[in-house]
């Protein structure tokens, strides 16, 4: 059997400079020095260590497979130590996405996010990492579908053999915590009746439908319905196989080129236009966004990321381009338009969403202030 390799996205929300817009030195200077500690170890082969916004990510290659307890642990005993920080140093938020207290194998339900991978290396295997701040899996269901069913926006899906057959998507319930699988070309319609709705239906995964080659993994993890109460938002990270029979690099990144709405913004509350950035630029400060989203661009080769001769990883901040300034302009001017809407729909969420954030403790003063209307 081939040696397979996996590529694992873990992110936390444990604390952030002057309100919810970033992660400060500190912070990362932590995931540094763990998992630095873990790769000398022989744990993890390789990693590196960014911030989405508010969230601290953690990208490690590895041997151990998915859900592994040694790989969650680490990532789950990093994220406490930098709470510890966070605290010291009287952080806003300190520790929010920490929602249990006790380890029980791997950090799924605990508040953390992740997505992860386990391959079989092809000869190149070029890989895109998508960390998004401000808000909430369902965010990934467009670009998903644009990727993997649209051949407006994937060229591939007609001119590329490789690609014969299409897609098949693992589509997530989050409210019942059921999963459909459904193919494309051939469930299209199927497939968009359920993500076309991404609070409550999650692209968590896809394969190429030919030989069920993994393609693409999403975090699926919502808050709320863990918490039983807003506690921010979900804040998802997505990994995505590039070429050699699957969607071009350029095919990925295309979706981007414009914005789309997304839930989420302010106080997880809000429709807000989605902000491609580079890295340096991953700070959600205009009414706590616009939301963001950063890609990195990397090669897996040998169970690590491709290093250079100082064996520091060779990451690509792909949004870093002018070519991606449109949609910044776009989602600038959107959110200006959305906010001279205040607190009314349809920049506020919908009466049903709104259900898991804060707003039913203002309206519970109300309650008994309610008389019958005469007819």
Known sequence: MPEKTTVSVIKCDIGSLAGHHTVPKPLLDIGEKCLKKAQKSGLINSYYVFNAGDDLEFL?????????????????????????????????????????????GNVRGMGPGVAEMEIEERGSDPFVVFAADKTEPGAFNYPMFKIFADPSNTAGLVIDPGMAGGFKFEVLDVMENKKVVLKCPEEMY???????????????????????????????????????????????????????????????LVPFMHTYFVEGWMRGSHWGPLMPVGLKDSKCTAFDGPPRIVALGFQVGHGKIASDDNGDPLISDLFDDPAFDLARREAVEYAVALRRMGEFEPARLSAETMEYTTLPKVLEKLKDKFVGAES
């Open 60 to 104: 490690m290659v590895h041997k151990k497979g998915e859900n592994n307890p040694d790989i969650h642990k680490l990532a789950w005993d990093t994220f406490l130590e930098a709470v510890e920080k966070a605290k010291s140093l009287k952080l806003y938020g300190a520790g929010q996405d920490i929602l249990r207290t006790a380890f029980s």
């Open 190 to 252: 199927d497939l968009i009746a359920l993500i076309g709705t991404p609070g409550r239906y999650v692209v968590s995964r896809v394969w190429r439908a030919r030989d069920d080659l993994i393609c693409a993994a999403t975090s699926t993890t919502r808050l709320s319905l863990i918490a039983g109460k807003y506690v921010g938002k979900d804040d998802p990270v997505s990994i995505v196989r590039a070429q050699h029979g699957l969607p071009a690099l350029g095919e990925i």
